[in-house]
C-alpha cells in the first residue's frame, strides 16, 4: 500500500461512525441518569448541558440511521419514558410500559446487529489469485478466443494480477505494443 497505510472501505468507515455516535449516545446517557449534584460537583458539567448533547446526539443518529416512521416512534419513546412525573400523572401515562418498549426496542436492534454480523454463507466469494489463471487468460487473449477467456474469468480467477511480462490482462488485450498483441 501507498505509504505503509491501509485505506478504509466505505463500510468499515459508516460501522467506526456509526460505533463513535453509539458510544458518545451511551456514556452521555450514562452521565444524564447520574444524581445532578454527583455530575455537576465530580464532573463540572451542567445537567441541561448532558440532556442537550444526548437530545443532539440521538437526533442526529436517529436521521442518519432511521426511517421517518421508527423514528417519531423512538422518539415518542424516548419523551414518554423521560417524562416528569407531575405531567406522567396528569396525563394518565404508566411509564413501565413506555421504558420496557424502549428496551425492547434497544434488544430487537442489538439482536439485528449480531445477526447481520455472522456469516450466512451468502457472501461473494473471493478471487482466486492464480498465476495459471493469468496465464490461461493471456493465452485466450493472444490467441483471441473470446469464449476461452469467458470460460476462465468464469472460474472465478483474479484478472488484475500481472503476467510475468508486466502487463495485466487488460492490459494486454489494450495495448498493440505488449508482447502477442
Do not use: C, W
Not at 419514558?81 to 420496557?100: D, K
Not at 451468502?122 to 473470446?146: D, Q, V, W
Request: proline share 4%; net charge neutral.
Amino acid at each position: 500500500m501507498a505509504g505503509g497505510k491501509e485505506k478504509l472501505d466505505f463500510l468499515t468507515k459508516l460501522r467506526i461512525r456509526e460505533l463513535i455516535l453509539m458510544g458518545l449516545i451511551t456514556i452521555t446517557a450514562v452521565l444524564v441518569n447520574l444524581p445532578h449534584e454527583y455530575v455537576e460537583e465530580t464532573l463540572g458539567v451542567s445537567h441541561n448541558t448532558l440532556v442537550a448533547v444526548l437530545g443532539i446526539a440521538v437526533i442526529i443518529g436517529l436521521f442518519l440511521y432511521l426511517k421517518f416512521g421508527l423514528f417519531v416512534a423512538v422518539v415518542l419513546l424516548i419523551a414518554g419514558a423521560n417524562m416528569p412525573e407531575q405531567i406522567a400523572e396528569g396525563l394518565n401515562i404508566s411509564r413501565v410500559p413506555i421504558i420496557l418498549a424502549l428496551l425492547a426496542l434497544i434488544g430487537v436492534g442489538l439482536i439485528n446487529y449480531v445477526v447481520k454480523l455472522l456469516p450466512t454463507g451468502l457472501e461473494p466469494r473471493p478471487r482466486e489469485k492464480s498465476t495459471e489463471g493469468i496465464r490461461a487468460l493471456f493465452y485466450a487473449i493472444e490467441k483471441n478466443n473470446l469464449v476461452y477467456a469467458r470460460k476462465v474469468l468464469a472460474m472465478n480467477f483474479e484478472a488484475n494480477l500481472h503476467h510475468d511480462n508486466g502487463y495485466t490482462p487488460l492490459g494486454q488485450s489494450g495495448d498493440d505494443r505488449a508482447p502477442g498483441a
